[in-house]
């Protein structure tokens, strides 16, 4: 008997998020670019398939160990909420590549705008629902930072940053507030939240995973679009899907925020030692 096809719109946003991902696969395999850029702050690559094994292995965990989030009754889904936040998700990344003006635009869209939309449209989305313990993605979130700081798949460590004590713990806070916090606040539990109602959670996860992960190449570009697309995804994006996953799942935000903390963070204090 002939299986159906997608009947949903959210079933074929899965299939054309997962056939990018593909694609960007087959493109940097195809022209010898499988080393991503770890940060802004250096040249230095690591092998794409190092960047996923630890996003993989936290999803593997956070699929097959209890305990859940229980689902529940949240507000209604608001379409205009979900389109206004991608909107201006789609506008950070287009007007950073085009402007570079990273703190400008991401005080107006990735915070102003949503807190705007917020008080003028009201009501709050399934982000309520009751969840786990809060140690539940403990195991998870664990094992993403072993494997991605320790052992054979760690990323090199560059050279630590010329300034002082006070500036380097200045520095560290304020990425950490305007990145990790606000990000992970605007793409996952915004964002990703929206597009969950309407589309069901991988199509929300993929499309999250997607818009954070190309505003990358503004920062981390070298100058080729459909190369910088390609790494921005095989390296931003599949963490991505590692970090909607724990959201959707368990609707913590201590897990997004210790992993996306860790990303900033933890190379610049371990190349003090």
Avoid: C
Wanted: aromatic share 10%; net charge positive.
């Amino acid at each position: 008997m002939r299986r159906p096809g997608p009947s949903s719109p959210g079933q074929w946003v899965v299939i054309a998020g997962t056939a990018l991902f593909v694609v960007a696969a087959t493109v940097l395999v195809a022209t010898g670019n499988t080393g991503v850029r770890i940060t802004a702050d250096n040249e230095q690559t690591q092998q794409m398939w190092q960047r996923w094994i630890p996003a993989l292995v936290g999803i593997l965990l956070i699929r097959f160990l209890p305990p859940r989030v229980r689902r529940g009754a949240g507000g209604p889904a608001d379409r205009r909420q979900a389109w206004i936040l991608l909107g201006a998700a789609v506008a950070f990344a287009v007007l950073l590549k085009v402007t570079g003006q990273f703190e400008l635009l991401k005080a107006l869209l990735i915070l102003l705008l949503p807190l705007l939309v917020f008080r003028f449209l009201g009501g709050k989305p399934t982000a309520n629902w009751p969840a786990t313990a809060s140690w539940a993605p403990a195991l998870p979130v664990g094992a993403w930072l072993l494997l991605t700081y320790i052992g054979p798949l760690a990323a090199p460590i560059g050279e630590p940053l010329a300034m002082s004590g006070l500036e380097l713990a200045a520095v560290l806070l304020v990425g950490f507030l305007a990145n990790s916090v606000l990000e992970e606040f605007f793409y996952r539990r915004w964002l990703q939240t929206r597009w969950e109602q309407l589309l069901g959670p991988w199509a929300a996860i993929l499309i999250a995973s997607i818009v954070w992960s190309v505003w990358h190449i503004a920062i981390q570009g070298r100058g080729e679009l459909g190369i910088d697309l390609a790494s921005a995804l095989m390296n931003q994006g599949v963490l991505g899907l590692f970090l909607g996953y724990l959201w959707s799942r368990y609707r913590l935000m201590w897990p997004l925020i210790t992993v996306h903390g860790a990303i900033n963070a933890l190379p610049v204090l371990l190349s003090l030692g």
